[in-house]
């Protein structure tokens, strides 16, 4: 009726002239970007902190009170280990997207299986569908590997 027509182009509508547009990838990844930046900046204190702590020569080496600079490691580390489960998430979820929204795609049962959102109870009822032959469906793979 009163809708302007719509091209298609390689399987997908482009907008209607009035449509809003799409945020770009890299503001829809600023969580991921910061994550990654956190965690290289992090890791390289770390490193850095721990290398002179060990070296004799070093400016931490020799002096310093070794309960401090302890307990300056631990602290340390421990936000290694938190920032580096954080990227891996990250990254896990950019990669199911990417997927996801690929030209060749993924089907839903294989996306459900991959998203940390789904509990056992819905993997263990995810795993009786039938498999979508002919598409990328490995929705039995990722709920083993889960």
């Known amino acids: 009726m009163g809708s302007s027509p719509t091209t298609v182009t390689a ?3 482009d907008p209607k002239p009035g449509a809003p547009r799409l945020i770009k990838r890299l503001g829809q990844s600023k969580l991921s970007l910061f994550v990654v930046v956190a965690t290289g900046i992090w890791l390289g204190f770390t490193i850095a ?3 002179a702590l060990s070296s004799e020569s070093g400016a931490l080496g020799s002096s310093g009170n070794p ?15 938190i920032f ?3 990227l891996i ?4 979820s950019l990669t199911m997207w990417a997927a996801a929204s ?3 795609g993924i089907t839903l049962s294989t996306w459900l299986a991959m998203s940390p959102a789904s509990t056992t109870i819905s993997l263990a009822r995810l795993f009786f569908w ?3 032959f002919g598409a990328r469906d490995w929705h039995h793979a990722w ?3 889960r």
């Open 11 to 13: 399987g997908v509508a």
């Open 49 to 51: 902190f721990a290398w």
């Open 67 to 81: 309960t401090d600079s302890i307990r300056i490691l631990s602290i340390l580390s421990e936000g290694v280990s």
């Open 84 to 86: 580096f489960p954080a």
């Open 89 to 92: 998430a990250c990254t896990c």
């Open 102 to 104: 690929s030209e060749k």
């Open 130 to 132: 039938r498999p979508v």
């Open 143 to 145: 709920i083993l590997l």
